[in-house]
């Protein structure tokens, strides 16, 4: 398996435009999460989903932030309109049947201008 | 709700020096504790667990309850130690991770 996998590895867009990022989990993995790594804030989790539901989307900073899942091997976050103080690095993690290991993506690193 | 505290942001010691970062948790429950570390361009990978209490390339941490504490300890610090680690606490149904901001190790020749 070639890990979790994350699209693109970077972005660079402009304020206003709406940013996707996409990961695709290790298969078989039933759990998917979304962090995002800030120089302020360090890893902040973002939104979960257990068998392609949403379960805790607390850690979703604005209604500007959205998240899918529509199967178990896709799920996109999506940032509309982007703002500057988005730029990050947006990461996916996927766990197998709440076994304790999480497997990261490489990231998307995301600069807003 | 948990909190998990990595007071150092930046660590830089010499190689063959021993080498400590800290890590703070608060946690009503019962803690898991973990230790990841990101290598310069490469994905978080998990380093260990409190519950397997092994050592890792040489790496240690000890879980300890009193003192609400997940310490990281290696005797002798290496150059390709230099990296990112971050502590993290799992909780809730899916067991998520809660992380600390992060400690960036530097280890000097």
């Known amino acids: 398996d070639a890990g979790v996998i994350q699209s693109p590895r970077h972005e660079v867009t402009e304020m206003g435009q709406e940013v996707t990022l996409r990961c695709k989990p290790i298969?078989?993995?039933?759990?998917l999460f979304w962090y995002r790594q800030t120089m302020m804030r360090g890893l902040e989790l973002l939104i979960y989903?257990?068998?392609?539901?949403?379960?805790?989307d607390s850690g979703m900073p604005e209604d500007r932030f959205s998240a899918k899942m529509p199967n178990a091997s896709f799920s996109t976050l999506k940032i509309q309109p982007s703002e500057p103080r988005d730029s990050a690095v947006y990461f996916c993690?996927?766990?197998?049947?709440?076994?304790?290991?999480?497997?990261f993506g490489q990231g998307t690193r995301l600069t807003v201008v | 709700a948990q909190r998990v505290t990595q007071p150092e942001k930046l660590l830089s010691v010499f190689k063959g020096a021993p080498v400590e970062l800290k890590c703070n948790y608060s946690?009503?429950?019962?803690?898991?504790l973990f230790w990841y570390v990101q290598y310069s361009r490469q994905r978080l990978q998990l380093l260990l667990r409190?519950?397997s209490r092994e050592s890792i390339k040489g790496f240690t941490a000890d879980l300890n309850k009193g003192e609400t504490s997940f310490h990281l300890k290696k005797p002798f610090a290496q150059e390709e130690d230099s990296a990112m680690y971050y502590c993290?606490?799992?909780?809730?149904?899916?067991?998520?991770?809660?992380f600390g901001s992060g400690t960036q190790l530097t280890v000097l020749p």
């Open positions: 298969s078989g993995h039933d759990y």
């Open positions: 993690a996927s766990t197998r049947d709440r076994a304790t290991e999480a497997f």
């Open positions: 993290a606490l799992s909780s809730g149904s899916a067991r998520q991770l809660t």
């Open positions: 946690y009503s429950g019962s803690p898991e």
């Open positions: 989903f257990n068998n392609n539901v949403p379960i805790d």
């Open positions: 409190h519950i």
